[in-house]
């Protein structure tokens, strides 16, 4: 909870003095992330890898920590008991996925052959991934020749969980209404006997974007070029009014020409301009300030905001900037995260522009924080060269900014009650950005 604010502390950013208290004051403990472990609902479209492999080390670019798979669901942490299932939303607003909603019975069925490796017009190649609830299967598209990922949901365990239809019901309607070139493509939705199914592009190549970065592929011109596609890929979204909450290195897949493709809309869901969210989901290595301090409420656009810039940082470092503490502790790394507290490495040059973008997307004050569209319109991503100084040890403590290219993006209109309980003065400072 918010700690009060009395007219004697005006003179202090609402922000700074929320933070200071959480963070200096050890009775108050920043909220804790459920560490559960087994993945999300991601769609694994490359086979898995351990933990204890992803941690190798192949080249300087190899040092990437991946702490755990958690990741928080949002029928594990809510944030308001008013909320226990999902944002704003109650199970009558839902209706039944399976066998309820006109659009479930609109889908068509298929029937799976004897052998079970042809369901309908799809002849299944091989298993590409299994997820908590679902499997990933690579097929061929007999009528066109194409290779298409064919993400199979059980329709027990959906019949079983009222929480886990309403993210599907969410997965399934967003990813058929988004076109982007560096979007998963959907093809199409239909059911057989047991299962729920999405046919969608199948993307061949590098595999996840943490391979793509562990195996020594990413300098810096191309976490440039990479990284602006997945800017362009988030500010779409953003501008739909969709929120991913889930943008992390395995939920970007890299193609064999070198381009990125946002997957994985398990955690997705769509917004109104200003509207503030109250259940915490993504996973904890990227998950932003607002989410580990346990506020009231944060904007989806800052959210995956913070959430580019961890992926900014690994694909420039080859390390993500908020890692455990010895042992694996988390709440050292908390605190990090809470206080934008990282370091540049001595032994990688990066450009001060490129910096100034990670600075920018890192900012602990998401009234302050740059969007994904503002960083499409920075200095490092809006010329075709690459000739800025670098710099070379470097700590940084959440202090530095970066001058705002405010683009098309307005200031979101919320309920000021609904703002202060954010932590935030938005009266003396700049409101978040959203997109209409």
Same mark, same amino acid.
């Given at each position: 909870?918010?700690?009060?604010?009395? +007219? +004697?502390?005006?003179?202090?950013?609402? $922000?700074?003095? $929320?933070?200071?208290?959480?963070?200096?004051?050890?009775?108050?403990?920043?909220?804790?992330?459920?560490?559960?472990?087994?993945?999300?609902?991601? +769609?694994?479209? &490359?086979?898995?890898?351990?933990?204890?492999?992803?941690?190798?080390?192949?080249?300087?670019?190899?040092?990437? &920590?991946?702490?755990?798979?958690?990741v928080i669901h949002p029928s594990e942490t809510p944030l308001s008991p008013i909320s226990p299932v999902s944002d704003n939303t109650t199970m009558e607003d839902i209706p039944d996925l399976i066998s309820h909603t006109p659009e479930m019975k609109t889908r068509p069925v298929y029937a799976v052959s004897s052998n079970g490796l042809e369901i309908g017009p799809y002849r299944i190649e091989r298993k590409l991934g299994v997820g908590s609830f679902s499997e990933v299967k690579l097929a061929t598209d007999t009528r066109t020749g194409q290779p298409v990922a064919l993400k199979m949901m059980s329709k027990q365990m959906l019949r079983e969980s009222e929480r886990l239809q309403i993210c599907v019901q969410r997965e399934i309607e967003i990813t058929e209404a988004v076109r982007h070139p560096n979007i998963v493509g959907f093809i199409e939705a239909f059911e057989t006997s047991s299962h729920l199914v999405l046919v969608l592009e199948y993307i061949s190549g590098y595999g996840e974007l943490y391979d793509y970065i562990v195996d020594g592929k990413c300098s810096v011109a191309r976490a440039r070029d990479l990284f602006y596609e997945l800017a362009s890929a988030v500010a779409y979204l953003h501008s739909k009014n969709i929120c991913h909450r889930d943008i992390k290195l395995e939920n970007v897949l890299v193609d064999s020409s070198h381009h990125v493709h946002i997957c994985d809309f398990g955690l997705a869901r769509t917004f109104t301009p200003g509207e503030v969210f109250k259940t915490r989901c993504g996973s904890e290595d990227y998950a932003c300030p607002e989410?580990?301090?346990?506020?009231?409420? $944060?904007?989806?656009?800052?959210?995956?905001?913070w959430a580019l810039g961890v992926i900014l940082f690994a694909m420039l470092v080859g390390e993500l900037p908020f890692q455990p503490g010895p042992g694996g502790a988390v709440k050292p790394m908390y605190h990090k995260i809470a206080r934008g507290d990282y370091r540049w490495p001595s032994n990688i040059d990066v450009p001060e522009d490129a910096k100034d973008v990670v600075r920018a997307l890192l900012q602990p004050n998401p009234s302050r924080r740059m969007t994904a569209l503002e960083a499409l319109n920075s200095p490092w991503l809006s010329r075709g060269d690459n000739k800025a100084g670098v710099c070379g040890n470097e700590h940084h403590d959440g202090s530095g900014s970066i001058n705002k290219c405010h683009g098309s993006s307005t200031a979101a209109a919320a309920e000021p009650d609904v703002m202060r309980g954010l932590g935030l003065d938005f009266m003396n400072g700049p409101s978040p950005a959203t997109y209409s």
């Open positions: 909870m918010v700690t009060s604010i009395t +007219m +004697m502390e005006a003179d202090v950013p609402s $922000y700074e003095r $929320y933070r200071r208290i959480s963070i200096v004051n050890p009775s108050v403990k920043p909220a804790k992330i459920r560490d559960t472990q087994h993945s999300s609902t991601a +769609m694994d479209m &490359f086979p898995p890898k351990t933990v204890g492999n992803r941690r190798r080390v192949v080249s300087a670019h190899s040092r990437l &920590f991946r702490h755990s798979t958690a989410i580990i301090l346990g506020c009231v409420g $944060y904007n989806p656009i800052n959210s995956d905001s």
